[in-house]
């Protein structure tokens, strides 16, 4: 069993999948030098794979184009995306929600603020 905040990747790509039923393919942008990278890329890919959708990797590092990283999933069609709560996208939220809006990609994540601006869904701690 999951403690913590552990399982929390594998249970937003359950609920983006629950709101996006014909979802086949899911985003997961993420920092790649976190601690945890490992394990939740790990979550996503058994979850997608229990619910017949592959999980389509998208690293992003501090500096990065916000508008390149989400852009780049819209064109491999995704049908959704979860946000790990990471920079860049932890520090600009709003912006986040925009760009989520302009491509039309619904997304999910830990931080409520990227919801609020347009992304769909947010599912963690109320660090609010």
Same mark, same amino acid.
Do not use: C, D, V
């Given at each position: 069993m999951?403690? =913590?905040? %552990? =399982? &929390? /990747?594998g249970k937003r790509v359950e609920l983006l999948k629950d709101a &996006? +039923? /014909?979802a086949t393919r899911i985003g997961l942008i993420f920092y790649p030098d976190s601690p945890t990278l490992v394990r939740s890329l790990a979550q996503a890919e058994e979850v997608g794979s229990r619910l017949g959708v592959v999980i389509r990797a998208s690293p992003a590092r501090p500096g990065d184009d916000l508008e390149a990283a989400i852009a780049t999933l819209a064109r491999e069609d995704v049908d959704g995306v979860d946000i790990e709560p990471v920079l860049p996208?932890?520090?600009? +939220?709003?912006?986040? =929600?925009?760009?989520?809006v302009k491509?039309? &990609?619904?997304? *999910?994540? %830990?931080?409520?603020? *990227?919801? %609020?601006? =347009?992304g769909l869904l947010s599912y963690g701690p109320n660090a609010f």
């Open positions: 999951m403690k =913590g905040l %552990e =399982g &929390l /990747t &996006l +039923p /014909t996208f932890a520090t600009y +939220p709003r912006e986040t =929600g925009e760009l989520l491509y039309r &990609l619904p997304a *999910i994540s %830990e931080l409520r603020q *990227i919801a %609020e601006s =347009g």
